[in-house]
């Protein structure tokens, strides 16, 4: 007499066996700091280190002024630390630009940004911005001083606010918003 398996077996057996073979396999996380802010400029800047995986980004979340109009935001990396280099736009490099519709202060407004990724054991800088900016244009709000958060992925220590694109800094500010990634993990 014949024994027919499972398919429900055949597939753990599967997805075993590919584990045992050294496949990798994502996993989504995300971290927050507070939608609580106290203060607006045009933009922030702050760095993200990761531990032993790579990271890649695929949402941000951020607390943008409620406004009539779309808002362009452009988010920037450039490797190692942003101390030093708050006004150096040439240090930087464009990694997404989108539009969305700020939903108002203290509220998180989602941007769907193009992935980009954040390599193991390194410190990124990040610069989270809207692209107009000058009198009575948008914001990006925060909160006033300097904050760490950080999960088994990412560490972020915020940061500085920034004032046009790359024009001036202003000391001591935490970015609000969250970061949406997937982790690389080895088996």
Same mark, same amino acid.
């Given at each position: 007499?014949?024994?027919?398996?499972?398919?429900?077996?055949?597939? !753990?057996? #599967?997805?075993?066996?590919?584990?045992?073979?050294?496949?990798?396999?994502?996993?989504?996380?995300?971290?927050t700091?507070?939608?609580?802010?106290?203060?607006?400029?045009?933009?922030?800047?702050?760095?993200?280190?990761?531990?032993?995986?790579?990271v =890649?980004?695929?949402? !941000?979340?951020?607390?943008?002024?409620?406004?009539?109009?779309?808002?362009?935001?452009?988010?920037?990396?450039?490797?190692?630390?942003f101390?030093?280099?708050?006004?150096?736009?040439?240090?930087?490099a464009?990694v997404?630009?989108?539009?969305?519709?700020?939903?108002?202060?203290?509220?998180?407004?989602?941007?769907?940004?193009?992935?980009?990724?954040?390599?193991?054991? =390194? !410190?990124?800088? !990040?610069?989270? =911005?809207?692209?107009?900016t000058?009198?009575?244009?948008?914001?990006?709000?925060?909160v006033?001083?300097?904050h760490e958060?950080s999960?088994a992925d990412?560490? #972020?220590?915020l940061?500085?606010?920034?004032g046009?694109?790359?024009?001036?800094?202003?000391e001591?500010?935490?970015?609000?918003?969250?970061?949406?990634?997937?982790?690389?993990?080895?088996?």
């Amino acid at each position: 007499m014949k024994q027919l398996i499972p398919c429900s077996t055949v597939a !753990i057996v #599967l997805l075993c066996v590919g584990h045992a073979l050294g496949e990798h396999h994502a996993a989504t996380g995300s971290i927050t700091t507070s939608y609580v802010a106290g203060a607006a400029a045009d933009g922030n800047m702050f760095d993200v280190t990761t531990f032993s995986n790579p990271v =890649t980004v695929s949402g !941000i979340h951020v607390n943008a002024s409620n406004s009539l109009k779309p808002l362009d935001i452009a988010i920037y990396t450039k490797p190692g630390t942003f101390h030093e280099f708050e006004t150096e736009e040439t240090a930087w490099a464009l990694v997404s630009q989108t539009t969305v519709t700020p939903q108002g202060l203290n509220v998180p407004t989602i941007v769907d940004v193009t992935d980009f990724v954040l390599p193991a054991n =390194t !410190i990124t800088g !990040i610069y989270v =911005t809207v692209t107009d900016t000058g009198p009575g244009e948008p914001q990006m709000h925060y909160v006033v001083g300097l904050h760490e958060f950080s999960n088994a992925d990412l560490r #972020l220590n915020l940061g500085v606010g920034i004032g046009g694109m790359f024009e001036y800094s202003i000391e001591d500010r935490t970015w609000s918003g969250t970061i949406n990634y997937t982790v690389d993990v080895a088996p």
